[in-house]
T-cell receptor, first 115, second 110 residues
Framework: EAGVAQSPRYKIIEKRQSVAFWCNPISGHATLYWYQQILGQGPKLLIQFQNNGVVDDSQLPKDRFSAERLKGVDSTLKIQPAKLEDSAVYLC?????????????FGPGTRLLVL | GQSLEQPSEVTAVEGAIVQINCTYQTSGFYGLSWYQQHDGGAPTFLSYNALDGLEETGRFSSFLSRSDSYGYLLLQELQMKDSASYFCAVRQPRGGKLIFGQGTELSVKP
């Protein structure tokens, strides 16, 4: 089966610009996660969707970050405006959505550099 | 607060056994997961413990003691390809949210 797809793989922008990332989860997976991974650290959850509803967005900086999953399949994460400290890898993951014990499957990530 | 502690770096030789420890302090706990991440790659699932004891999957084993808020990942018969970062992650009861540690960079030398 195809894995989690993300695009673009790399993005370089200047501070105060906007950027958007796209994620297509594994087919049939109801739960979708966006993580931010700063160099040398573990992934930090930004937002979790169950189908097209938000389960957890407690660590999403809502003044500049937004995410949507309109049809319960693919998702976009947007940063507007970007700051230098947003430089990180943005990882999308998905899981079937049957229960809290499930494995999460990660995409290759989008590497963002803010200059 | 939520915190997970693991060593930042571990070095071992090919063929050896290495143990990566993880202690956690979180407001909720459903289980402890371990993920492997090669440089520039995606995290991939290795193991999961919901109950106390040892789980074995091939060369990798993981242990959990809920009373001690402690777990470890044991890698046997180390191979060069095992050089990677290893993350412990606490699974939260609601929604399956993962809280990751800072990661342990394992270097396997010939």
């Amino acid at each position: 089966e195809a894995g989690v797809a993300q695009s673009p793989r790399y993005k370089i922008i200047e501070k105060r610009q906007s950027v958007a990332f796209w994620c297509n989860p594994i087919s049939g997976h109801a739960t979708l996660y966006w993580y931010q991974q700063i160099l040398g650290q573990g992934p930090k959850l930004l937002i979790q969707f169950q189908n097209n509803g938000v389960v957890d967005d407690s660590q999403l900086p809502k003044d500049r970050f937004s995410a949507e999953r309109l049809k319960g399949v693919d998702s976009t994460l947007k940063i507007q405006p970007a700051k230098l400290e947003d430089s990180a890898v943005y990882l999308c993951a998905s899981s079937p959505g049957q229960g809290a014990w499930e494995t999460q499957y990660f995409g290759p990530g989008t590497r963002l550099l803010v200059l | 607060g939520q915190s997970l502690e693991q060593p930042s770096e571990v070095t071992a030789v090919e063929g050896a056994i290495v143990q990566i420890n993880c202690t956690y302090q979180t407001s909720g706990f459903y289980g402890l997961s371990w993920y492997q991440q090669h440089d520039g790659g995606a995290p991939t699932f290795l193991s999961y413990n919901a109950l106390d004891g040892l789980e074995e999957t091939g060369r990798f084993s993981s242990f959990l003691s809920r009373s001690d808020s402690y777990g470890y990942l044991l890698l046997q018969e180390l191979q060069m390809k095992d050089s990677a970062s290893y993350f412990c992650a606490v699974r939260q009861p609601r929604g399956g949210k993962l809280i990751f540690g800072q990661g342990t960079e394992l270097s396997v030398k010939p």
